[in-house]
């Protein structure tokens, strides 16, 4: 008698991701490394998830996309949980391959987009985060649950996966959605034509602009006003940054919605309507009010 492996299907999750890699590159309203939202239906925008399974749970089952066809979901930042202990191993891996399975389910409504994190785990780029090493928990976990022998193959399917984020996505009124934006002072090196191509892992790794666009976090009025201008936009939704209540509003046209925790929210709005900051703001939804 075979004696049963003791870790999960490393070939089933290598092929889940390899898959969603895939759709989000041949998305059919993916036009360079933008998504181009239609004039109809509905977005619903995430923040930062960090590997929370509880709130990932409740987006789904709140966004019904099996009864809802017109219903756009965002999903970022999936990577890199900070568990209780130091020594806990971070699960949030596990989280990406319940996302890339969405994608495969919902290829034409599940959408997402770089991040920081993700990034920085495509690169080996080091993060430190509540004293651990985020990358390097983040391939132990992988290992562990997997097994060494497959855990290269997995991660090089989560590279994969990773690589084939678009870097944000615009609807026609007027809203813009990225996991962050770019410091005021890092402005001169903005180049919006990366927006009009598919980047390269090497790209991805190489260019101020990707950088900028997922590390920023340093706004001010006039900034915020002039990358409205030059995005041709009049509303910002983000993430990045943290917020204890789940959400914040800042000069008048960033929205930065956290989802990584009791108090996180999420924000969905008519694609067809325009509307103002403040009234999106009114549309914010708690994971916790997810019955």
């Known amino acids: 008698m075979t004696t049963p492996s003791p870790h999960p299907d490393a070939s089933r999750a290598e092929e889940v991701f390899r898959e969603a890699a895939r759709l989000n590159l041949e998305d059919p309203l993916r036009q360079g490394s933008l998504i181009r939202l239609p004039p109809y239906g509905q977005a619903v925008m995430t923040g930062d998830l960090h590997g929370n399974r509880k709130n990932m749970e ?20 999936l990577a890199h949980s900070e568990p209780a202990f130091l020594a806990d191993p971070d699960h949030s891996h596990e989280v990406m391959l319940t996302a890339a399975a969405y994608k495969c389910d919902y290829p034409d409504q599940v959408h997402f987009l770089q991040s920081n994190h993700e990034l920085a785990q495509l690169t080996d780029y080091p993060i430190a985060k509540a004293g651990r090493a985020v990358v390097e928990r983040f391939d132990e976990s992988v290992a562990a649950v997997y097994g060494r022998a497959a855990a290269d193959r997995v991660l ?38 990366v927006f009009k191509r598919r980047l390269t892992v090497e790209e991805l790794r190489e260019s101020r ?82 019955a």
Do not use: C
């Not at 089952?61 to 970022?76: E, I, Q, T």
């Open 58 to 77: 409740k987006l789904q089952k709140y966004a019904m996309l099996d009864r809802v066809a017109a219903r756009h979901v965002f999903l970022h930042e």
């Open 209 to 290: 602009t990707v950088f900028h666009l997922v590390w920023g976090r340093h706004y001010t009025q006039q900034h915020i006003d002039h990358l409205a201008d030059l995005l041709g936009v009049e509303v910002f939704i983000t993430g990045h940054q943290p917020q204890e209540m789940g959400f914040d509003l800042q000069y008048g046209r960033v929205i930065i919605l956290a989802s990584d925790h009791n108090h996180g929210s999420f924000l969905p709005f008519d694609l067809a309507k325009r509307q103002t900051a403040e009234e999106l703001v009114r549309n914010i939804r708690k994971f916790v009010a997810v």
């Open 156 to 193: 090089a399917a989560i590279d994969a996966f990773i690589a084939s984020f678009p870097l944000a996505a615009v609807a026609p009124n007027g809203v813009w959605m990225s996991h962050s934006l770019p410091n005021s002072f890092d402005m001169p090196e903005f180049d919006t034509e």
